[in-house]
């Protein structure tokens, strides 16, 4: 689904904080009191010095596998993520190859300040970072609010975001060679082409960043912010999610307060009618009653026929019941099961593999010796090597006829 963003943003430059046009790329003068708002609702630019940025690779393609593994991931960084209603975490695919996919997981682990404005007035929040297009394959370094900030692509896209702080000429070049080194042992980012200064031409930083990374080193200005590349991030800080609930509520209890005075209004116009309405009422029941006698014989003969077979069912023949059984039969470590099939309550068919065939054995035994599977007669089939693996196959057979 396609985000629709507003057309002005709160976001930061070299100098600050100000409120810019999206579509016509202006900015709108801010007072000395900076209490300003634009004509409509805006896009708040999260700053990049309040996110931690953290790229890596998951084993899979599936959303929800990925969003479990970037959680864990963000746990192993140390971050304990402050709890709230709001959601101060998300990542997007940066590139996909083969089973594998490349990710960059953003979190927001402290509180920030929305400025002099409402927060409830926003009414989206996305990393500021992701405004810009990257230039393919370049570490882009440009400044937020005096503050330096290095951003690494791979290809098209940003895989990773670093604040600076105000550091030298020197220390920059040096933060962001030791960067390379990392994401590129990381397999990160691919090969990076140059680096590129979002800003006014500065001799020194232009030697060291030359120096210590060996690219070519251009300056330009800074391109148009752009919500084309923000699509897909999805944040909403606590303090902005509490101070919509609270605004919710109010709205709620002014509108309960309405609907009991309209309640009271209407017992009073109902007084009036009390003995008619009554009347009414019983005559309506006793019409329900009769109309709905039928079926109310038909619910009631199929309950009876529910309780006189829930002794015949048998709890230990389904098939979640079955598989937890299995489940609880495989090893710590060097086994998987690949296909699990129940066909007609009556057979299991089961298909895994194993590190080696003392694993698939052991297995295959204690499938055999299990008590909670005695019902079923399991096939003399042998464990055979596929590849680096053994392809284990068993088919469990119901012992007693039906």
């Known amino acids: 689904m396609t985000q629709t963003f507003p057309d002005w943003a709160y976001l930061s430059d070299e100098s600050g904080r100000h409120w810019y046009h999206l579509s016509k790329g202006t900015k709108l003068p801010r007072d000395g009191d900076g209490k300003e708002r634009p004509p409509q609702k805006a896009l708040f630019a999260i700053p990049s010095r309040d996110l931690i940025s953290h790229p890596h690779w998951v084993s899979s393609k599936d959303d929800a596998i990925i969003a479990q593994v970037v959680a864990v991931e963000t746990e192993k960084l ?13 990542w997007k695919p940066v590139k996909y190859n083969g089973t594998r996919t490349l990710v960059q997981s953003v979190a927001i682990p402290w509180d920030f300040e929305t400025g002099e404005t409402k927060a409830t007035e926003f009414i989206d929040f996305i990393p500021q970072y992701s405004l810009y297009p990257p230039p393919a394959d370049t570490v882009a370094l440009w400044k937020e609010d005096g503050e330096w900030i290095a951003g690494y692509a791979n ?26 080194i990392e994401l590129s042992a990381k397999e990160i980012i691919d090969e990076t082409r140059e ?18 990374t060996g690219f070519e080193v251009r300056f330009e200005p800074k391109p148009l912010a752009t919500t084309t590349a923000s699509e897909g991030w999805n944040f909403e800080p606590h303090e902005v999610s509490r101070a919509r609930i609270h605004q ?3 709205k709620r209890g002014a509108w309960i307060g309405v609907a009991v005075l309209f309640a009271v209004f209407l017992i009073a116009a109902a007084a009036v009618f009390h003995l008619w309405t009554l009347q009414k009422t019983n005559e309506n029941l006793r019409r ?14 199929a309950m009876t026929h529910w309780d006189t077979l829930s002794p015949a069912i048998e709890p230990r023949r389904s098939p979640l ?7 609880r039969l495989l ?14 309550h009556r057979i299991i068919s089961l298909t895994g593999e194993a590190s080696n065939m003392g694993t698939a054995l052991k297995f295959k035994g204690d499938l055999e010796e299990n008590s909670a599977l005695s019902d ?17 196959n068993a088919i469990g057979k119901y012992r007693f006829a039906e």
């Open 195 to 212: 680096v590129v200064v979002w800003g006014g031409y500065d001799v020194a930083l232009h030697q060291s960043l030359q120096e210590q």
């Open 78 to 90: 140390g971050m304990r993520l402050t709890p709230g209603p709001g959601r101060i975490s998300d």
């Open 288 to 301: 329900r009653i009769a109309d709905n006698r039928p079926a109310a014989e038909v619910i009631e003969k």
């Open 376 to 392: 079923y007669e399991w096939e003399e089939r042998q464990p055979r090597q596929k590849g680096d693996l053994i392809e284990f």
């Open 321 to 327: 019941e079955l598989f937890h059984q299995i489940s």
């Open 331 to 344: 090893p710590p470590k060097g086994f998987r099961v690949t296909s699990y099939e129940v066909q007609d």
């Open 248 to 250: 919710s509520r109010k």
């Open 155 to 180: 290809g098209n896209r940003w895989a990773h975001i670093q604040a600076l702080g105000e550091l030298s000429a020197g220390e920059i070049a040096s933060e962001i060679k030791l960067t390379l």
